[in-house]
């Protein structure tokens, strides 16, 4: 899966606390744009990532179906709906330059501590999801360490400019960690700024999306044998 971009724009905006009516989104293979000059909220991440799988599908009539659809995300103090658009040649006139145009980020999910260029988080799984943990972190390119602590250990990620290079769960490493954190539900996580300088030219574990789609892949069909 390569090359592949769609745009959405926001057509009906109610109490949203990071965007507003006609502001835009852009999804491609590796990660999710936000071209209006606002935060990249979370809950918004997910339900874009979640849609890749239906829009890189090949099916044609499938495809204009979905460019009449109407999206909802929801799911904190507001809702959003909006749909996939052509977006415009100038894309200038969607970057916002006034600081006052921009709305602030909510604390109410994540809590973040920033020092200079050191940033640290904290929240509940319950709250993020850890594909949605993953994916932000690698889409705002962080060097650094995710942990998370659920029910049956710690899993430990490391990111490098946003790429995952290693990962550990109790005997599983790598992908094989990835692919079994996913599903999880509970518990807590923190990321701390920074890797040794050992790790700073380890290679990635592959494709960032790639990975992430196989490790739902993987959850799907474990989820069918299970029922």
Same mark, same amino acid.
């Given at each position: 899966?390569?090359n ?7 057509i009906n ?6 965007y ?9 293979d ?8 606002r ?7 997910r ?19 979905l460019?009449?659809k ?32 921009k ?8 809590q973040?501590k920033? +020092? +200079? ?5 904290s ?12 994916q ?24 490098r ?20 954190i996913?599903?999880?539900k ?13 790790l700073?030219e ?6 960032f ?11 799907d069909?474990?989820?069918s044998?299970?029922?």
């Amino acid at each position: 899966m390569t090359n592949f971009s769609v745009a959405f724009r926001v057509i009906n905006e109610r109490n949203c606390p990071f965007y507003g009516d006609n502001d835009w989104f852009v999804l491609t293979d590796q990660s999710v744009h936000v071209l209006s000059g606002r935060p990249s909220c979370l809950i918004l991440v997910r339900e874009l990532t979640n849609l890749l799988f239906t829009l890189t599908a090949d099916d044609e009539s499938d495809q204009a179906e979905l460019r009449r659809k109407v999206f909802n995300c929801g799911g904190c103090t507001g809702l959003i709906k909006f749909q996939i658009d052509d977006l415009p040649e100038d894309t200038s006139s969607l970057s916002y330059d006034s600081e006052e145009s921009k709305r602030a980020p909510r604390k109410d999910t994540v809590q973040g501590k920033q +020092k +200079k260029s050191t940033v640290m988080l904290s929240g509940s799984i319950e709250e993020i999801s850890p594909s949605e943990l993953l994916q932000f972190f690698h889409m705002h390119q962080k060097t650094g360490k995710l942990l998370l602590d659920i029910p049956s250990g710690t899993v430990r990620v490391a990111f490098r400019e946003g790429a995952i290079i290693g990962a550990r769960y109790g005997e599983k490493e790598d992908k094989d960690a990835i692919f079994s954190i996913l599903g999880e539900k509970t518990g807590m996580f923190r990321f701390v700024s920074g890797i040794p300088e050992s790790l700073m030219e380890v290679e990635a574990l592959g494709d960032f999306m790639m990975i992430i789609m196989e490790g739902y892949r993987r959850l799907d069909e474990s989820g069918s044998e299970d029922g």
